[in-house]
């Protein structure tokens, strides 16, 4: 894959990658692959309200469905419904170690059952959108390079091409989600591993990167990079990254960041709470003189303040 085909995307993160914060990250970088936080299939097909979870910006495109979930019928279902609001693509997530996820048998306990994730695969597929899966290495304390391998050849086999892994096993009892993510060790090496003994497949990397330099190094091996928590606390990273790909010539300015959110909220008016976008944002002066300013700032945000009207302050004494 060449350079300029290499892909960059926004890690799929329930209650911070909401519409809002999509939209917003859109705004420092063009290129990057968004995802929406995970919606779980009962959610989408018998939940009051799907439309709340599933309408987005047009500005959020590329932009990718994850969906959890264990079921092929209601996968086929949710497939369609992808395909109905356009999105670009369904992500299926088998990474999730959380209680309530186990309990419903989805998530990163599918790692233990390849044949039911490539039926799951073949079901969310049925819309003719493309699909990925993101999922760990391994389960739990077993370090097996040879079944992770298994694993992704066999979900192959579905028809599926595009495999997002984050890097470290997870492991189901006696750690919580935020533990899963720090805890087993992080092996980029068998994700690179992986590239070379399916190089028809789309590798994407994910976990732990926090500097431009260290996603720019993986590049060579795989076909892309997934970043998380980095992305949310410290947004212009991705825009270096763009830099360093040669996608664009400069960092974004702030204060144009900030215009062009107030042009975003300003499309909700009133319906849009300052909160809610405002929530996201703490990372825009990540780093740099006036952070905690900014930080402070933040936080004057009211339940009865627009969205937009927090916008025309944070101009006033930002920009
Ligand atoms: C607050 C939070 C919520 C997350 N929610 C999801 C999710 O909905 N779906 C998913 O596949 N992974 C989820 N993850 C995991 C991330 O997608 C990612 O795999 C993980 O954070 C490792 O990448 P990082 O080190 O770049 O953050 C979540 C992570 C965080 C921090």
Sequence with gaps: MAMSEKILSVAPMLDWTDRHCRHFLRLICPSCVLYTEMLTTNALLLGRDPQ???????????????????????????????????????NLNVGCPSPRVQKGSFGACLMATPEHVATLMTALADS????????????????????????????AQSGCRHFIVHARNAWLKGLNPAENREIPPLRWDWVQQLKQDFPHLQ????????????????????????????????????AEVEIALGRRAQLPERGQILEDLMTYAESWGETLPAPRLSRHLHGLYYGVAGAGEWRRFLGTAALNESAADFLRRALQQFA
């Design 52 to 90: 709340r979870f599933l309408e987005y910006s047009a500005a959020e495109h590329p932009l990718i469905l994850q969906v959890g979930g264990d079921d092929p019928e209601a996968m086929r279902r949710v497939s369609w419904l992808a395909r109905e609001y356009q999105y670009d693509g369904i």
């Design 128 to 155: 003719g959108l493309p699909v990925s899966i993101k999922h760990r290495l391994g389960l739990d304390r077993e370090e097996n390079y040879a079944a992770l391998q298994q694993f992704v050849g066999r979900v």
């Design 203 to 238: 590798i994407e990397i994910n976990g732990g990167f926090k500097a431009p330099a260290t996603v720019l190094e993986q590049y060579p091996s795989v076909d892309g990079v997934m970043i998380g928590r980095a992305a949310y606390h410290n947004p212009l990273l991705l």
